[in-house]
């Protein structure tokens, strides 16, 4: 299942307020739109509905696709400490069957070359 919230977003250009879709994990087989969003960057995009000034929103998701068998743990930026720190994290016991990859990934270019990659 697909998991969005909605915030509130002051615009850098015009300092008025609108709202952003902020998507805690894609599922692109339920919501295979959000795929291509992805891919055109629209997932991590505010389009201010006062001025039309776009701003980036560097958003973590997860990116989660039945069909293929993989999940991504999106970031747009590394932690520091990440070499570190164990993966905490559930996973169903029915993903611990078949042969499910999970993914930790960082920057937009490396996860459309992941999702490219597993599909
Ligand atoms: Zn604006």
Redesign the pocket.
């Known amino acids: 299942m697909s998991q969005v919230k909605r915030e509130t977003i002051e615009?850098p250009?015009?300092h008025?307020k609108g709202e952003f879709e902020i998507w805690d994990s894609v599922n692109v087989d339920l919501d295979p739109e959000l795929r291509e969003k992805i891919f055109n960057e629209e997932l991590f995009m505010y389009h201010?509905p006062?001025?039309?000034?776009v701003t980036g929103i560097p958003l973590d998701t997860l990116y989660h696709d039945m069909k293929n068998q993989f999940m991504l743990f999106f970031s747009f930026f590394k932690e520091d400490d990440f070499d570190y720190k164990p993966m905490d994290m559930e996973v169903p016991k029915s993903m611990m069957k078949g042969d499910y990859t999970f993914r930790m990934v960082f920057g937009l270019m490396q996860l459309k070359e992941k999702i490219v990659i597993l599909e």
């Open positions: 615009c250009n015009c008025r201010c006062h001025c039309e000034h």
